[in-house]
């Protein structure tokens, strides 16, 4: 539990609450917590994505190369038109 308080501390600048009363506290709190959590989807997305577009990137890659010699093979005298 300690490594959340430590990040609020941190990357927040979240030291003490601004707001008086326990529900308040509560609710500020919350909205804190819900800010963390979504910095961490938003890491756990990166991360996710930077996997899958090297995965993307080398599916891209081979079909260029096969879309290239399939060009390569092609002579251009074929497209001459001939009336």
Do not use: C, H, W
Not at 44 to 59: C, H, I, P, S, W
């Amino acid at each position: 539990m300690e490594p959340v308080f430590g990040f609020m501390k941190a990357i927040l600048g979240f030291t003490r609450m601004s707001v008086r009363g326990i529900n308040k506290v509560k609710r500020e709190l919350g909205f804190v917590l819900m800010a963390l959590n979504i910095r961490k989807v938003t890491a756990q997305r990166a991360e996710n994505n930077q996997k899958n577009n090297k995965k993307d990137n080398f599916y891209i890659i081979s079909i260029e190369i096969v879309f290239f010699i399939y060009l390569g093979t092609l002579s251009p005298t074929l497209f001459i038109y001939v009336r």
